[in-house]
């Protein structure tokens, strides 16, 4: 017995409401539940089964919403597996918990503190090079974000589906860790040419602020606050001279 | 009007940060933008969302656990844009974006409370779905699903218009009498925020490429 095609489709399209309905008892269980559901019931025609089936997956779960697919397509692939009596409903369950946590991990690491950081980065040296087109930065932003979430998504679903648990060693092969590496240096790298030019020019005093500006965050200072003392310290030194 | 279309367009987009993908339709670049084009002011709004981004780089869209920094750049918008009225002639333009952004971070972080308390009372959509789970159907989830993006989304409505009316007075009373030497240090602190943004990205950058300087360098693998 195997899943047809148009049920897998589906199920990796649904992994977008993986926090529509998120707890705080059971986080995403559901909505991996929800996402999971045309496979499952694709391969139970009767509805006992099927409820069987969706009740082992309604335990706590948590992973990142971006690398879900891999975990969806592995657990497509083995539920199939379960259906033919090849595998256990606890062997799902240990490779579904074994690998949530590692793919939340790299989906952190790579999507919230590497790629959105980088893909501002690019917005910010856009809106620079074409001041006349700045809000079209916007629109770079959301494409270049969103182009490799989805492609980790739909790429993801069918690497897990078609290597199952084999696909850690797939995953292995992108090198991910290096990837973060060269986008950080990079980023870095554009945030500084937006700051260095400015619209009179190339500029190094922004350079001088963006040092004490970052000695203060090393101490530990959140930007919200630093912002706030910046205003207050201006307001106070324009007070101070206009006194003088 | 457009203070209206403001609220329903941040309304729509907050969804994404509470119920779906995300996107990140509802992070501060796009909304900046969004609302800049829309009252007419896109320089000005593209900046306030490169700001608040830059910021907040380091705050997920994750839902409720993290407040909605897009709402701190909406809010800003609006009075910065909505308020031009009630602005002191002569002022630097500075001045006015800088109290605007600075009023709308403590009503955005408040936000969460009430995020928090969404969330927690959702649990009766996720409660039915659930039980629609254990009985195999999946319809009580389309069903709780669609509920939770109207609550949301209504959530989203309600709190920008009591934060957009409460800040609205602060900035009202603030906006005529501000010039002088206070909106000139408001308007160097505006200069020079771009900065601390940048700022802000180096100590993200550097400090996850200290981390992984060994990674610079070609390893050898095990044998």
């Known amino acids: 017995m195997s899943v047809p095609v148009r049920p897998l489709v589906s199920s990796c399209a649904r992994s977008v409401f993986l926090n529509g309905l998120l707890t705080v008892q059971r986080a995403q269980s559901l909505g991996f539940t929800f996402s999971l559901w045309p496979v499952l019931k694709s391969l139970y025609a009767r509805r006992d089964e099927r409820a069987r089936a969706a009740r082992a997956h309604l335990g706590y779960f948590s992973t990142h919403p971006y690398t879900v697919g891999v975990l969806l397509g592995v657990v497509a692939g083995l539920e199939e597996e379960k259906a033919r009596g090849e595998r256990s409903t606890e062997d799902v369950l240990a490779a579904r918990s074994a690998m949530a946590g590692p793919l939340a991990a790299i989906g952190e690491g790579f999507f919230w503190s590497t790629w959105l950081p980088f893909s501002l980065a690019v917005a910010l040296v856009a809106a620079m090079v074409f001041p006349n087109r700045a809000g079209e930065a916007a629109a770079l932003f959301l494409l270049l974000f969103n182009a490799p979430h989805l492609g980790a998504r739909i790429s993801g679903f069918y690497l897990g589906y078609r290597y199952k648990t084999q696909?850690?060693?797939?995953?292995?092969?992108?090198?991910?860790q290096r990837a973060m590496v060269a986008l950080t240096a990079l980023g870095a790298a554009l945030a500084a040419v937006r700051l260095a030019v400015g619209p009179a020019g190339v500029t190094l005093r922004p350079f001088l602020w963006a040092g004490v500006f970052w000695g203060f965050l090393r101490l530990g200072l959140r930007p919200s606050v630093l912002a706030a003392g910046t205003a207050a310290v201006c307001v106070v030194y324009s007070l101070a001279k206009a006194a003088l | 009007m457009t203070g209206l279309l403001s609220a329903l367009l941040y309304g729509l987009l907050a969804i994404d940060h509470f119920a779906g993908g995300p996107f990140l339709l509802s992070r501060p670049l796009v909304l900046g933008a969004l609302l800049g084009a829309l009252w007419g002011r896109p320089a000005e709004g593209l900046a306030l969302g490169l700001l608040g981004e830059s910021l907040w780089v380091l705050v997920p869209p994750a839902g409720p656990a993290q407040w909605d920094t897009g709402l701190a750049v909406a809010l800003a918008c609006v009075w910065a844009?909505?308020?031009?009225?009630?602005?002191?002639?002569?002022?630097?333009?500075?001045?006015?974006?800088?109290?605007?952004?600075?009023?709308?971070?403590?009503?955005?972080?408040?936000?969460?409370?009430?995020?928090?308390?969404?969330?927690?009372?959702?649990?009766?959509?996720?409660?039915?779905?659930?039980?629609?789970?254990?009985?195999?159907?999946?319809?009580?989830?389309?069903?709780g699903l669609g509920m939770s993006i109207v609550l949301w989304g209504f959530k989203s409505l309600v709190v920008f218009f009591v934060a957009e009316n409460l800040g609205g007075l602060v900035c009202g009373a603030v906006y005529p009498r501000l010039g002088g030497p206070v909106a000139e240090g408001l308007d160097q602190a505006w200069a020079l925020w771009p900065a601390l943004g940048a700022a802000t990205l180096w100590h993200l950058f550097f400090g996850r490429l200290g981390k992984n300087w060994k990674s610079w360098f070609p390893t050898r693998g095990p044998a």
């Not at chain 2, 002639?89 to 409370?113: C, E």
């Not at chain 2, 927690?120 to 009985?135: P, V």
């Open chain 1, 167 to 176: 696909v850690v060693d797939k995953l292995a092969l992108l090198r991910v």
């Open chain 2, 81 to 143: 844009f909505g308020w031009e009225g009630a602005q002191k002639a002569g002022t630097p333009r500075g001045a006015f974006l800088a109290v605007a952004f600075l009023t709308g971070i403590p009503f955005a972080v408040a936000a969460k409370r009430v995020d928090v308390w969404v969330r927690r009372n959702t649990r009766l959509f996720a409660d039915y779905a659930r039980a629609g789970f254990n009985h195999g159907v999946s319809g009580p989830f389309w069903n």
